[in-house]
């Protein structure tokens, strides 16, 4: 019994040193799609030419005439005083507004705005809070301050795109259509207050949608 198991073992050991030897093939003969196998990496906007040579084709360059997404409403002019001054002639792309759009646009402007600017557009929000609240300077006056009203609804997207004074940047907490819905919402409460009107043309539809279109 004690001789079975040694050569049970001995067995065993030959095996392994045969299964371990040199012209064992250890790459498979076929790879089914190897470009998937082996991919190339490239980075999505590199330089690709060189890829034709190998004879690959390829473009990374997007489809002509489409648009990116949160590309609807492109805006061009930059964070710098000459577009500052440029955005009051920008007119909002919104030019179908409905009771729905006015709805969502106040309640947009209470969440996001309300806190400095005051649920009337006093510029007397909970931060201020007529000096005693934890901000010193008073916010923007944006119902009852003549020079704030003469102002389009152009320049209030753009402070709200790249910020202005103590206020910052609400790029990252508003879409583009979400600023321009404040952006009118701000100009109908001039308006009732007897100061500058919208521009947009009112429907009493709650299920009218905004049109949108490029400027």
């Known amino acids: ?79 710098d005083s000459a577009g500052y001054s440029a955005s009051n002639t920008i007119t909002n792309p919104l030019t179908v507004w409905s009771v729905a759009d006015s709805v969502e646009s106040e309640r947009m402007y209470l969440i996001n705005c309300a806190i400095c600017h005051g649920t009337a557009l006093n510029g007397n929000g909970p931060l201020y809070k007529d000096g005693a609240g934890p901000y010193a300077a008073k916010p923007a006056t944006l119902v009852g301050d003549p020079a704030i009203e003469a102002k389009g609804e152009g320049d209030y997207y753009h402070v709200q795109t790249y910020g202005k004074g103590q206020m910052g940047s609400y790029a990252s907490q508003l879409n583009r259509k979400q600023r321009w819905m404040i952006a009118r919402y701000i100009k109908q409460k001039q308006k009732k207050n007897g100061g500058t009107t919208a521009t947009a043309t009112t429907t009493d539809s709650t299920t009218a949608g905004s049109t949108m279109t490029k400027k």
């Open 1 to 79: 019994m004690k001789k079975l198991s040694i050569i049970t073992f001995c067995s065993l050991a030959v095996a392994m040193l045969v299964s371990c030897g040199e012209d064992v093939k250890r790459t498979p003969g076929t790879v089914y799609m190897p470009d998937m196998a082996y991919s190339r990496a490239y980075e999505t906007y590199a330089d690709h030419s060189n890829l034709a040579s190998a004879g690959i084709h390829y473009t990374n360059m997007p489809v002509a005439g489409t648009v990116a997404r949160g590309e609807e409403m492109p805006y061009h002019l930059q964070n």
